[in-house]
Structures are given as C-alpha cells and as structure tokens.
C-alpha cells in the first residue's frame, strides 16, 4: 500500500537555527514526489517536485533532496516568515494520484 | 491569472440539508480533483477528474457527487449532510493526471454540519 509518513508533527525553530524536515515513503513505482507549503487558512502552495533519488531542488531557503526511501527538506537560516505547514506528497505509476502525508508543522521564532 | 478559486469560503449545514462547492480554474488544465483535510488525517482525495467529460472516485467518495461541468469547472455536491463531514474543502488541478505534474490548489471551503 502506498504511504508516506512524515516527522516530526511539529517543529519549533528560533530565526537562523537550521535544520531537516523529513518524509519516508512506500509507493509502487515513484512519478514524483511533491513538497508544498500551507499557510493557517489558506490552501497548499506548490513548492518542489522531484523524480528521482539524487535529485535536489532549491528555492531561497529551502532545499529538498530525494532518496530511494525519503526526502528531505532543509531549511537554512529560517526566518519567522518561513512558519508554514509543509506537506509532502508521492505518486504512484500504478494510480496517477498523489497521495499526501500529514505534514510538518514549523513556527520560527525572532 | 486568478488559478483555482472556489465558493463559498465558509459555509455551515445543519444534517441532511444539501449543498453545492463550486470550483473554477483559468490555466486551461485538463485534470481536476476534491480534497477534504482533516486534522491529523492529511488531504484526502475524494473525486477526480482526469479529463473533461470524465469523473472516477478517490479515497474517500461515500456521502458526495462531483459534475465536470467544462473544462474549467469542477463542483462537488453533499446530498444529505452528515456531521461527518464537517471538513476544511479543497479543490485542486493539474496539467493532465498521469506523468507528474505538479497540483494547483484553490484557497479551500470551510464547512460545519451541526
């Protein structure tokens, strides 16, 4: 069965401590694996895909890497706009759709 | 470009009242999907549709109906509402279902059935 599982629930960060957001999958057959960011009461915001392991993505930052197992995403020198929820998604040849773990909540503090 | 927009924003239901979440698109794509987000559950895919003309179920169908009205629009119906269902609503699209193209989702519905 397809899965994906993210850790930790929650982080809490102060401005500039780095650190790794992690999201394990099982999936028959990767066709991509998405990041996105949700801020409270707004709707996911595309942020990254990747496709296959070695594969690293950077936006300001972020930087999302993707094993054969899991992908991670950095987070450098956070600042308090960067408190989000972030979600990661896979999805299968077998079904075409995505299919999302239950995200990562991040507050930074100034 | 608006992306994906939907109504209502909010919406509260007494149980067995019926209502319709309306859903536009304007980056001319061809799939469309329904989404609920409950807490600790993560999105749930609840209808799709792959192509204009075309609707399939996902997860978690049971208690809905969806119409691919056009191209552009996508809108999902609660027949008889239940507590259950009481959910934070997104609507989502992408270039085509297959291959790995990226979903655009719209701002969500909130909805509570007393």
């Known amino acids: 069965e397809d899965q994906v599982t993210q850790s930790p629930e929650a982080l809490r960060l102060q401005e500039g401590e780095s650190s790794s957001l992690n999201c394990s999958y099982t999936v028959s057959g990767l066709r991509g694996l998405f990041w996105y960011r949700q801020d409270p009461g707004k709707g996911p915001e595309f942020l990254f895909t990747l496709y296959s392991a070695g594969e690293e993505k950077e936006k300001e930052r972020l930087k999302a890497t993707l094993t054969k197992k899991e992908s991670f995403l950095h987070i450098t020198a956070p600042k308090p706009e960067d408190s989000a929820t972030y979600l990661c998604a896979v999805r299968s040849s077998n079904t075409g759709k995505l299919i999302f773990g239950q995200g990562t909540t991040l507050q930074v503090k100034p | 470009n608006a992306g994906v927009t939907q109504t209502p924003k909010f919406q509260v239901l007494k149980t067995g009242q019926s209502m319709t979440l309306q859903c536009a698109q304007d980056?001319?794509?061809?799939?469309m999907y329904w989404y609920r987000q409950d807490p600790g559950m993560g999105l749930r895919l609840i209808y799709y549709s792959a192509s204009e003309g075309t609707t399939d179920k996902g997860e978690v169908p049971n208690g809905y109906n969806v119409s691919r009205l056009n191209k552009r629009e996508f809108s999902l119906r609660l027949e008889s509402a239940a507590p259950s269902q009481t959910s934070v609503y997104f609507c989502?699209?992408?270039?085509?279902?297959?291959?790995?193209?990226?979903?655009?989702f719209g701002p969500g519905t909130r909805l509570t059935v007393t």
């Open positions: 989502a699209s992408s270039e085509f279902l297959a291959g790995g193209p990226e979903q655009y």
């Open positions: 980056m001319n794509h061809n799939s």
